[in-house]
């Protein structure tokens, strides 16, 4: 019999999952599988590349086969949310994919996408419906669904999916489903803040941790270089040196857009993906990255959570991720499927504070090489040689630090060439450029304006009638 087999899984999912190349269930879905087709609400901690995915869509495959009742006229059976549109359309594959056998009716609801499409799709009923927050309130607003009849509610990436800024539309979203639905929530970190907001949607969940929380693949060789800001341009352009598969995160839209620009003057080829860009942009970049057309994808945190592109080899954190939990997404997108994968940050002096939030979340004190002003150093050059360097452990289980700085002082890549604070210019009297110049009497000081416009007294009055007569 097939281990798939043996979680409960039919020979007709059985059969497409082997055929997809897995062999055996992962921790994560040996947990999951069971407990989804019993009904339980869930909550799962996995590491990323570990078969989430896999993990929520088979069993509702699974009840659907068991099932098979037509989903009412602008309803649907199953509802997956996840932040991203191209998350979304991952998702949707792996159905596709794993569905072969099984009749099914499902759509895929993102925004870039135009109406009416759309709303063809969700007049027809679905069983399966994957949407992001956004564009599924615009539809249930507008009266084109109901979750009346909705039994099944999954969160991907919930950590995400539950922060403030999405956990009032996701409230929302939930109050229109029936209280006797299943919830299940899935994700690579789970803060305690978070997991507070989650107790609201489940009830009585059932939680499955296959691996320590917020804890980075092991397979991953992490390393840190130091050094100040302008020199990340020049340091990036000699490790994508021989590179294949890369993917380097910024922090903001703009900076991921000039860095491409700097790239292609420097004739590296890369492409950018973040939200400013249209869904057929983003789509055809990732398409092109996964295809070996680019090598290079330049992203924002649009990208770090849920892409699975098997052979990812290397990820470069240009900018240190302003959440701690970023940090474990975006590395997570190397090392998957069994695979090795490395993963370099480059951190600038005023990013210090965010490096060591990231160092107290993951409970590792990464390995750091310093990124000499002028120049790199022969270690800190070859980011493969630096990743690759061991961490020390300590008596308490956690990495030692590895660089010679004394604790609580900068490293030199923080003290060379440091700019002084450019002085205010001092103003000697004379007027600046543009500035008009005032009237001043002979000790120096401005003189009174007289008023363009005095009241009329009646001296004034004297003298016109005086002048009259």
């Given at each position: 019999?097939?281990?798939?087999?043996?979680?409960?899984l039919s020979s007709q999912l059985?059969?497409?999952?082997?055929?997809?190349?897995?062999?055996?269930?992962?921790?994560?879905?040996?947990?999951?599988?069971?407990?989804?087709?019993?009904?339980?609400?869930?909550?799962?901690?996995?590491?990323?590349?570990?078969?989430?995915?896999?993990?929520?869509?088979?069993?509702?495959?699974?009840?659907?086969?068991?099932?098979?009742?037509?989903?009412?006229?602008?309803?649907?059976?199953?509802?997956?949310?996840?932040?991203?549109?191209?998350?979304?359309?991952?998702?949707?594959?792996?159905?596709?994919?794993?569905?072969?056998?099984?009749?099914?009716?499902?759509?895929?609801?993102?925004?870039?996408?135009?109406?009416?499409?759309?709303?063809?799709?969700?007049?027809?009923?679905?069983?399966?419906?994957?949407?992001?927050?956004?564009?599924?309130?615009?539809?249930?607003?507008?009266?084109?669904?109901?979750?009346?009849?909705?039994?099944?509610?999954?969160?991907?990436?919930?950590?995400?999916?539950?922060?403030?800024?999405?956990?009032?539309?996701?409230?929302?979203?939930?109050?229109?489903?029936?209280?006797?639905?299943?919830?299940?929530?899935?994700?690579?970190?789970?803060?305690?803040?978070?997991?507070?907001?989650?107790?609201?949607?489940?009830?009585?969940?059932?939680?499955?941790?296959?691996?320590?929380?917020?804890?980075?693949?092991?397979?991953?060789?992490?390393?840190?270089?130091?050094?100040?800001?302008?020199?990340?341009?020049?340091?990036?352009?000699?490790?994508?040196?021989?590179?294949?598969?890369?993917?380097?995160?910024?922090?903001?839209?703009?900076?991921?857009?000039?860095?491409?620009?700097?790239?292609?003057?420097?004739?590296?080829?890369?492409?950018?993906?973040?939200?400013?860009?249209?869904?057929?942009?983003?789509?055809?970049?990732?398409?092109?990255?996964?295809?070996?057309?680019?090598?290079?994808?330049?992203?924002?945190?649009?990208?770090?959570?849920?892409?699975?592109?098997?052979?990812?080899?290397?990820?470069?954190?240009?900018?240190?991720?302003?959440?701690?939990?970023?940090?474990?997404?975006?590395?997570?997108?190397?090392?998957?499927?069994?695979?090795?994968?490395?993963?370099?940050?480059?951190?600038?002096?005023?990013?210090?504070?965010?490096?060591?939030?990231?160092?107290?979340?993951?409970?590792?004190?990464?390995?750091?090489?310093?990124?000499?002003?002028?120049?790199?150093?022969?270690?800190?050059?070859?980011?493969?040689?630096?990743?690759?360097?061991?961490?020390?452990?300590?008596?308490?289980?956690?990495?030692?630090?590895?660089?010679?700085?004394?604790?609580?002082?900068?490293?030199?890549?923080?003290?060379?060439?440091?700019?002084?604070?450019?002085?205010?210019?001092?103003?000697?009297?004379?007027?600046?450029?543009?500035?008009?110049?005032?009237?001043?009497?002979?000790?120096?000081?401005?003189?009174?304006?007289?008023n363009k416009n005095p009241p009329?007294?009646?001296?004034?009055?004297?003298?016109?009638?005086?002048?009259?007569?």
């Amino acid at each position: 019999m097939s281990k798939f087999a043996q979680l409960g899984l039919s020979s007709q999912l059985t059969k497409a999952v082997e055929k997809s190349g897995y062999d055996a269930p992962t921790p994560i879905q040996q947990q999951v599988i069971p407990l989804m087709l019993k009904g339980e609400d869930i909550v799962g901690i996995a590491q990323t590349g570990t078969g989430k995915t896999a993990a929520f869509v088979l069993p509702i495959l699974e009840r659907l086969k068991a099932n098979q009742h037509k989903a009412k006229p602008k309803h649907c059976g199953t509802l997956i949310i996840v932040p991203t549109r191209e998350l979304a359309k991952q998702i949707d594959d792996n159905i596709e994919k794993y569905a072969t056998h099984i009749y099914h009716q499902r759509a895929c609801v993102v925004g870039g996408v135009k109406y009416p499409k759309q709303i063809k799709r969700l007049n027809q009923g679905l069983d399966i419906l994957v949407a992001t927050p956004g564009r599924l309130e615009d539809h249930l607003k507008s009266g084109n669904l109901s979750l009346a009849h909705t039994e099944t509610l999954i969160l991907d990436e919930a950590d995400q999916m539950l922060d403030l800024g999405f956990f009032p539309a996701i409230r929302r979203i939930a109050k229109q489903t029936p209280r006797t639905r299943q919830t299940v929530l899935l994700s690579a970190t789970m803060p305690k803040p978070i997991r507070q907001l989650a107790a609201e949607l489940l009830d009585n969940p059932r939680d499955v941790a296959v691996a320590p929380q917020a804890t980075p693949v092991e397979r991953i060789e992490q390393a840190v270089m130091l050094m100040e800001k302008s020199e990340k341009r020049p340091f990036l352009r000699e490790a994508l040196e021989n590179q294949f598969r890369t993917i380097v995160f910024t922090r903001t839209k703009h900076g991921a857009d000039q860095l491409v620009k700097y790239l292609s003057k420097q004739g590296v080829a890369a492409s950018a993906i973040h939200g400013n860009k249209s869904q057929n942009q983003r789509q055809r970049s990732l398409e092109a990255f996964r295809k070996g057309d680019e090598n290079i994808l330049v992203a924002t945190d649009i990208a770090a959570r849920g892409i699975d592109i098997p052979d990812v080899s290397l990820v470069v954190n240009y900018d240190v991720p302003t959440t701690p939990e970023a940090y474990v997404h975006r590395i997570g997108r190397t090392a998957r499927a069994g695979r090795e994968g490395r993963a370099i940050t480059l951190c600038s002096p005023e990013e210090q504070k965010l490096l060591r939030d990231v160092e107290k979340l993951i409970k590792i004190k990464l390995p750091v090489e310093n990124v000499k002003a002028g120049g790199i150093d022969e270690d800190a050059y070859d980011p493969m040689r630096a990743a690759a360097k061991p961490v020390k452990k300590t008596s308490d289980g956690h990495g030692a630090r590895t660089d010679k700085a004394p604790r609580g002082k900068r490293s030199d890549a923080f003290t060379d060439k440091r700019k002084p604070k450019r002085a205010k210019p001092h103003r000697k009297g004379g007027p600046r450029n543009g500035e008009k110049t005032e009237a001043r009497d002979a000790t120096g000081q401005r003189k009174k304006r007289g008023n363009k416009n005095p009241p009329r007294g009646p001296a004034r009055n004297r003298n016109r009638n005086r002048a009259a007569r």
